[in-house]
């Protein structure tokens, strides 16, 4: 089966610092959900300095399907630096960061991409909380107490994978290196 060329769609960017035991699967799962739910997408692994193999894998993959692409720091620079360095180099129309720990499920964020021809940004949330720990749990809650607080807003969630227009991050000032 030929592989599509990705020309619009969706880019979902990879941040990957040292997951040489993670990153097949979760790029292979991402290019599975590409398969499954017919969309045209890459997805761009950005490899945060990685002391490990991560860098290696990740070059077999390229090989072997054109649909995954890398590009890669000397040192770590934070997973906002990997994420706004993935949106400079995405050549699909929405972009999305799955992280590289092969622990979210690119298919329930890729299910919400046909919401973007009405807005500029999807937010899909975890509606079942008891599969992740407390410990995460409660960051989560956090985070969230913190975004509701700083923005006077009432989200329900904002923590997650969301999807967003392309164009609407290239034009915003980003500076953050961290994840907030």
């Known amino acids: 089966m030929e592989k599509p060329q990705v020309q619009t769609g969706i880019t979902l960017i990879m941040p ?4 040489a035991a993670n990153i097949r699967g979760a790029v292979a799962r991402c290019l599975e959900s590409f ?13 945060d300095g990685s002391s490990d193999a991560t860098e290696a894998i990740v070059g077999e993959m390229m090989k072997a399907d054109p649909r995954v ?6 040192r770590p620079l934070g997973i906002g630096a990997s994420f706004r360095d993935g949106v400079r180099e995405a050549r699909g129309d929405a972009v999305a960061m799955m ?3 092969n622990e979210n499920d690119p298919a329930e964020t890729l299910r919400y991409l046909p919401l973007l ?6 937010i899909p949330f975890v509606f ?3 599969v992740r720990g407390k410990k995460r749990n409660l960051y989560s809650s956090l985070y969230l107490s913190l ?5 006077r807003k009432n989200f329900n969630y904002t923590n997650g994978t969301v999807i967003y227009r ?3 991050l290239a034009d915003a000032p980003n500076r953050s290196a961290g994840f907030f």
């Open 147 to 151: 975004v509701n607080l700083l923005f």
């Open 117 to 122: 021809e009405h807005v500029d940004l999807v």
């Open 35 to 47: 398969d499954r739910l017919k969309i045209a997408g890459e997805v761009l692994v950005v490899n």
């Open 69 to 74: 692409r890398m590009i890669s720091h000397e």
């Open 16 to 19: 990957a610092l040292d997951e």
């Open 99 to 101: 992280p590289g720990d």
């Open 166 to 168: 392309r164009q609407v």
């Open 128 to 130: 079942n909380r008891e």
